[in-house]
C-alpha cells in the first residue's frame, strides 16, 4: 500500500472511475436529438471516490488499480449487504460511506488532506428522501466517521447542520468513535500539503469527496457525502458536501444527489438541489438535468466537478466537467461496476 500511495503522490494524478462492463455507459457524447443518455438503468446503489484529473490506464500500474476498483467495491458491497436485508436506503448510503471513510485512499474520513495549518477538518452530510430529513457535521476534527455524525444530528437534535467542536461533542456524547488528529495523517497527504504550499511546484486539479447514493426495496431514495475538503484549506473553510442542495439532496419524486467539485461553485449553483427542480418542475429527464446543472451552468460560474444521481426506477447518470470521476455502481442483479480510468469516464464538458 504504501507503493501505490507513493505512485500516487509522484504521479500527481488524482482519480476518475468507471466501467467493468454493460448496461449503458457514458461515452461523454450527446445523441443526436442533444438528450444525453443516462450511464445505466437498474441501479439500486452507487458511489463516488471524488471528480478530478483521474487515472491513465497506461500510467497506473495494476496493483494501483486494484486498488481503487476494490475500494469502490467495497462500499459497494457494504451498502448491498443493507438493500439485500431489506434495510432502508439510509442506511445503505451511510454503511457505503463509512467504507469509504475509512479508506486512506480517499479524501474523506481516514484519508481526509491537510488545512493550511496541518491539521483536519471534515464535512459530511446524509439526506432521506421520503420525507427530506437530513443531517449535516461542519468542521468536525475528532469523529471517525463524519457521515454517521451527520445521521446523528438528522436523528438526535433539532437541528440539520451541527459545526465545529460542538459537533465533535455531539457526536462523543451520542456514542460516536473519536479519534485524534493523528488518525487521518497519511504520507500522501501530506506530501500534497507541502506541494501546495510550494509556489513553484505544479498544483493538480483535484475534489476528492466520496459520496453514495441508494433506493430501497420500499423505492425510497437517500444521499450521503462525506469530504476532507481542499488540501491547504483555510481554517474554517467549509465547501459543498455538507450543505443540504448543493453537496447532497434526495426527493424520492426526483433523484438522489452526491456531488464532488469545486465546492464555493456547487454552493452558488445550489447544484445538487437544482437537479431536483429541473426534475420536479422542469420536467426534465435525470440525465438531462444533471447535465445542465454539471456541465452547462457550474462551469459558467468558475467551476467543474461531477455528481452521482439516481432515482427511483433505478436510472442512473454521473456526469462530470473534470477529466475523470471514480465511481461505481451495483445493478438490481447484483452487477458491480467500478470505473477507474480517464478512458472509461470521459468528461462530458
Known sequence: MRF????????????????????????????????PKPDARNVILAVHGGAGTGLIRKDTPPELEKAYRDGLAAALRAGEQVLRGGGASLDAVEAAVKVLEDNELFNA????????????????????????????????????????????????????????????????????KTVTQDYFWTQRRWDQLMNAKNPQAPK????????????DQGRNLSAATSTGGLTNKMIGRVGDSPVIGAGTYAKNETAAISATGQGEVFIRGAAASTISNMIEFGRKSLADAAFEVIVKRLPALGGTGGVIALDRQGTF??????PGMLHGYLTADGKIVTKVFVDETPSNS
Do not use: W
Open 4 to 35: 501505490l500511495l507513493a505512485f500516487i503522490t509522484t504521479a500527481g494524478l488524482l482519480l476518475a472511475v468507471q466501467h467493468s462492463g454493460a448496461e449503458p455507459v457514458h461515452t461523454g457524447q450527446v445523441e443526436t436529438n442533444a438528450h
Open 109 to 176: 474520513g481516514k484519508g481526509a488532506v491537510f488545512t493550511e495549518d496541518a491539521g483536519h477538518e471534515l464535512d459530511a452530510s446524509i439526506m432521506r428522501g421520503d420525507d427530506l430529513r437530513a443531517g449535516a457535521v461542519a468542521g468536525v476534527k475528532s469523529v471517525k466517521n463524519p457521515i454517521s455524525a451527520a445521521r446523528l444530528v438528522m436523528e438526535k437534535s433539532p437541528h440539520v447542520l451541527l459545526a465545529g467542536e460542538g459537533a465533535d461533542d455531539f457526536a462523543a456524547r451520542n456514542g460516536l
Open 204 to 215: 493538480v486539479a483535484e475534489y476528492s469527496t466520496v459520496g453514495a447514493v441508494a433506493v
Open 317 to 322: 447518470d454521473a456526469p462530470h466537467s473534470t
